[in-house]
Antibody, heavy 120, light 110 residues
């Protein structure tokens, strides 16, 4: 059971970046998946969640209108399109599986994270 | 959504028990039993150690236990060991269908 993120890097303020998360070892299409970020030296902050078939998404206030979560169950892949990036978006971005099969619950499987740095 | 409030640090001697509190509101911790706890070692991803207030995932030591009263959840580590020295975070589902994490607690084994 594994999640592997990619796509992080250095981007200028106002720029865009697309993160990916590839799942393996479990039936991806059965689970809600989240993005969680953690700025250097700070605690985790929940970013977004998508339901198992991709028809329902929700975002934290700090990214609403700028980030878009999506998934491709045929490719076992989760994505996060990040636009209008700001310096305070700098963080390690984790994808995390939700343990609940009916309602959102805990984050039971985490990827290793991908670093996003927004700086001029 | 404001972060849940945790003490910045808690310490104890080997073999002792310590408790970390996590205070929220009636819109998160007080609303549901979807409180979870995570252990995070430096440079690593968080690891789930308690879910649904009191449940331990398979493979997690029974030295970790959780509880909740009103708007406050607690994590107790009994028989404190050197390997327990790291950061701990609580999290809760909220009434607006989002999730919120705690401010984090650094556990020190004296």
């Amino acid at each position: 059971v594994q999640l592997v993120e990619s796509g992080g890097g250095l981007v200028q303020p106002g720029g865009s970046l697309r993160l990916s998360c590839v799942a393996s070892g479990f039936t991806f299409s059965n689970y809600y998946i989240h993005w969680v970020r953690q700025a250097p030296g700070k605690g985790p902050v929940w970013v977004s969640r998508i339901n198992n078939d991709g028809t329902s998404t929700i975002y934290g206030d700090s990214v609403k209108g700028r980030f878009t979560i999506s998934r491709d169950n045929a490719k076992n892949t989760l994505s996060l399109q990040m636009n209008s990036l700001r310096v305070d978006d700098t963080a390690v971005y984790y994808c995390a599986r939700d343990s609940g099969l009916v309602v959102p619950d805990a984050f039971d499987i985490w990827g290793q994270g991908t670093m996003v740095t927004v700086s001029s | 959504q404001s972060a849940l409030t945790q003490p910045a640090s808690v310490s104890g001697s080997p073999g002792q028990s310590i408790t970390i509190s996590c205070t929220g509101t009636s819109n998160d911790i007080g609303a549901y039993n979807f409180v979870s706890w995570y252990q995070q070692h430096p440079g690593k991803a968080p690891k789930l150690i308690i879910y649904d207030v009191t449940n331990r995932p398979s493979g997690v030591s029974n030295r970790f236990s959780g509880s909740k009263s009103g708007n406050t959840a607690s994590l107790t580590i009994s028989g404190l060991q050197a390997e327990d020295e790291t950061d701990y975070y609580c999290s809760s589902y909220t009434s607006i269908s989002t999730h919120v994490f705690g401010t984090g607690t650094k556990v020190t084994v004296l």
